[in-house]
């Protein structure tokens, strides 16, 4: 992965550690810093500092607004693999290769306990490492063992610094190898088209030129491979045997860099975008689907194995940016508490990204048991002495109970006291300051103390549901009052398109997208069923329709709010059109952008066919005007 510059990255972290409500703001001086942070061009993947090369060939400096609120994209750690501090261990390791010998097993639980056992943190089984999983893989899909050799070989040499106390190292290089090739083995692909994917991944970040300990950069490693007579003979070896080409690892690479930005963050999308398309000239979707996925399994694959190891390379990246602020004489830089308790919001975006759902089912649940550990533990001060085994049992529930009343008061100031509904919103505020997750045991019981009025008819609507649906309350509560709706209405939404019979097949992580994915659908079937039998009745049933149905040629279009509505006017006169969430369609006059947010319909002009004098807005008063005639409500835009 590839995190913005280094010192907003920093400020990020930090403000992830923050309670809630604090906030982190860059001043002058920062920003200075920030613009100055690299001459160098340095970049972070997962913690470094990105430039990215623009139209005139000059690096363009990152730049952020004042306020750093977006979550942080940052760390892409692998947890299982051990790390391998030499090509002498390397060539031991291919041997191993050739025998096909099973990579060792992790120990990461899916749901760890509320608090560890008195050993701490799950660590790996002791022992000598196997050979890195892509190893195993490229052997299985023919690659001969010395071109093997040659790459492992290769990579050990191309990361400077202590390999023992960073991010960005060999191990992480093989950590988002060996997710890819698993992530590819059982896709319906060429054996060529893998080992394209499994070798970009290894490649990703190639980056010798760098400051010992701090992170590779895209550029860099694409200028490596570019002007390194070993890596040119590498890459094509390995084309001219599987069919591919230098530029096209290339492209695949520059899918995975990453900027906080916006504005950033689409120029690399863009620049990816068009390297691929040139690369890969008559597969281009292909091409940008599993850029995707490669940039995702660079992000996740830290959290997919053992705790301990995500716990090591979390404190890796804190290592690398204050080696970032050192070089630049803005240290010490952010602690490794810091980082640590900045780690869980990330992970809660990575588990809530669509492409989630493409992990092996063992790599999801050694996820969710790290993300579970980190949950615990997102404040600062909960890290302060992380090699200190945590209790058995978590705290008295009596304490915790004592705590969050203390909360409340300091809140209200003795002014009155809160309603249930009050008391029970900053009991909410007051588990996720602590880190508790708000279903555990823990929380619970607190509520249930503090709120008994609250928590007793909340017990009473659980009573009342439907037997497969009483172990997800929990979760139908946090729905419920996320949608605005109330739990009986969920169940009946689920009752009414038969989900109750299938519950038994629908695997708990996917539980959630599932539920909302109905009453977003039965939400959309209301809204349009008043609406007029017209010809301006029937587009928005289509708009519905296929808003309500996640169908598509790729992940993103099947994970997309919005629908494409293609269009043709005459002048603005508005002719015809259809719903779709294909984007690449252009023989239409505009193409509309088309959500529904807060119980309105949400008009956006995407790309016109003809780029004249006709503004978007034109277009979309003049397609909002057409429905109005014909009976659609003002009041639903």
């Known amino acids: 992965m590839r995190p913005p510059r280094l010192i907003p990255l920093a400020l990020t972290l930090i403000a992830l550690a923050l309670p809630a409500g604090a906030q982190v703001k860059t001043g002058a001086g920062a920003d200075a810093a920030a613009g100055n942070a690299g001459s160098a061009g340095a970049s972070f993947n997962s913690g470094g500092v990105t430039q990215v090369p623009s139209g005139s060939g000059q690096l363009s400096p990152l730049s952020l607004s004042g306020t750093l609120t977006s979550v942080l994209s940052a760390p892409a750690l692998s947890l299982n693999q051990g790390l391998v501090p030499s090509a002498l261990n390397t060539a031991k390791l291919h041997s191993a290769a050739a025998e096909q010998k099973p990579a060792p097993k992790t120990i990461a639980a899916a749901t760890p306990p509320e608090t560890p056992p008195d050993g701490g943190p799950a660590a790996a089984e002791s022992g000598p490492p196997g050979p890195p999983h892509f190893v195993i893989a490229l052997t299985k899909l023919g690659v001969p063992s010395p071109l093997i050799s040659r790459l492992t070989a290769f990579l050990a040499t191309r990361h400077p610094g202590d390999q023992d106390k960073i991010y960005h190292g060999l191990g992480h290089?093989?950590?988002?190898?060996?997710?890819?090739?698993r992530l590819v083995e059982d896709q319906e692909l060429p054996a060529e088209k893998k080992i394209l994917l499994i070798l970009s991944a290894a490649l990703h970040d190639v980056d010798p030129a760098r400051t010992a300990n701090t992170p590779a950069r895209v550029f860099?490693?694409?200028?490596?491979?570019?002007?390194d007579d070993e890596a040119r003979g590498l890459l094509l070896d390995f084309g001219a045997r599987y069919g591919f080409t230098a530029a096209q690892v290339k492209a695949?690479?520059?899918?995975?860099?990453?900027?906080?930005?916006?504005?950033?963050?689409?120029e690399k999308q863009d620049a990816f975008a068009v390297a691929a398309k040139e690369a890969f000239p008559s597969e281009p979707d292909w091409a940008l689907t599993w850029g995707k996925r490669l940039a995702f399994a660079d992000q996740s694959s830290t959290y997919v194995g053992s705790l301990e190891q995500a716990?090591?390379?979390?404190?890796?990246l804190a290592v690398e940016i204050r080696a970032q602020l050192a070089a630049i004489g803005k240290g010490p830089g952010p602690s490794d508490e810091i980082i640590l308790a900045g780690t869980a919001k990330f992970l809660g975006a990575l588990k809530k990204d669509p492409l989630f759902a493409l992990l092996p089912d063992e790599q999801r649940k050694n996820f969710d048991g790290v993300l579970a550990y980190f949950q615990t533990r997102q404040t600062p001060e909960s890290w302060k002495d992380r090699s200190r085994p945590l209790p058995a049992r978590g705290p008295p529930f009596a304490l915790d109970v004592a705590a969050a009343r203390r909360y409340i008061d300091d809140v209200m100031g003795g002014v009155r006291s809160p309603t249930e509904r009050e008391a029970d919103s900053l009991i909410g505020d007051w588990l996720d300051e602590k880190g508790i997750p708000r279903d555990s045991a823990r929380a619970l019981e607190v509520r249930k103390r503090l709120v008994p009025g609250k928590a007793g008819t909340e017990a009473e609507v659980v009573s009342k549901l439907h037997p497969s649906l009483r172990r997800h309350s929990a979760l139908l509560f946090r729905v419920a009052q996320e949608r605005g709706v109330t739990v009986p209405y969920i169940e009946s939404v689920l009752r009414e398109r038969g989900m109750l019979a299938m519950l038994g097949q629908i695997p708990d992580s996917r539980l959630e997208g599932q539920i909302h994915m109905a009453l977003t659908k039965e939400e959309l079937k209301r809204a349009v069923s008043g609406y007029p039998v017209n010809d301006q009745g029937m587009l928005m049933r289509g708009i519905a329709g296929e808003m309500g149905v996640k169908g598509g040629k790729s992940v993103e279009e099947v994970a997309r709010d919005g629908v494409f509505l293609y269009s043709d006017f005459t002048g603005l006169r508005f002719l015809r059109g259809f719903a779709s969430r294909d984007p690449d369609i252009q023989s239409h006059t505009i193409a509309f952008y088309i959500t529904r947010e807060d119980g309105k319909w949400r008009i956006n002009g995407y790309r016109q066919r003809d780029q004249g004098k006709t503004s978007d807005a034109a277009y979309v008063n003049a397609l909002k005007l057409w429905l109005i005639q014909g009976g659609i409500p003002e009041s639903d835009f």
């Open 252 to 266: 695949m690479i520059m899918a995975t860099d990453f900027a906080l930005d916006p504005v950033q963050m689409k």
């Open 173 to 181: 290089s093989h950590e988002v190898a060996d997710l890819t090739a």
């Open 311 to 316: 716990l090591k390379r979390v404190e890796g």
């Open 220 to 227: 860099a490693t694409i200028s490596h491979l570019d002007s």
